[in-house]
């Protein structure tokens, strides 16, 4: 069973919308600066249906939990809301994500962002210090349903890549591949923080997912190319 419509949703409804026995809960609050309370109780209300059914829930949450700055942030407290309700459930399974990167029409993501206003040359604020880490949403997948199919249960599991990516980097990568110098503003502002992967960076070697050197820029041009 799928919960959402979104690109997260999408990328498991061909495996996981005839499955009975696992619902895969991909419809949550989208936008990371969200403030609206209602738009969080909506989803604790369907969350709250969904594990009503007594069936194993796969819930995505967000790696920046780690984030010290956000960690009063609106959106990081409603997050870990809901990590606490999924826990109270018997057969559960919560991954949390970085920055995923797809065919997604949220304006929200950081490559959609990036992708927008360098193509249309407009000026932006970039963070010196800020390092974010993005992820293929079809890697998010052949992980996520590796362990899924795995067994695991009750567990809080990591899916990222092993090395977070200055924005100037991406910067780069998107200038080089739409050819358009980028308009922007560095500001000494922004903080990195570690996720730890070491059991999903496993699974990938295992799948032969590369997290090399290369990564970012081909999952950049594979979406935005």
Known sequence: MIVGNGFLAKTFKENYEKDTNIIIFASGVSNSNETDQKIFDREKIFLIKCLRKNKKLIYFSTCSVYENSLNHSAYIKHKIFMEDIVKRSADYLIFRLPQIVGNSPNPNTLTNFLYERISRREPFNIYKNCKRNIIDVEDVFKISSFII?????????????????EIMDLVKIFEGILNVKASYNLLERGESYNIDVTYSLKIANDMNIHFDGFYNERIIRKYYG
Not at 157 to 162: D, F, G, H, T
């Open 149 to 165: 199919n795995s067994g695991v249960n009750k567990s809080t599991i990591n899916i990222a890549s092993p090395k977070s990516t």
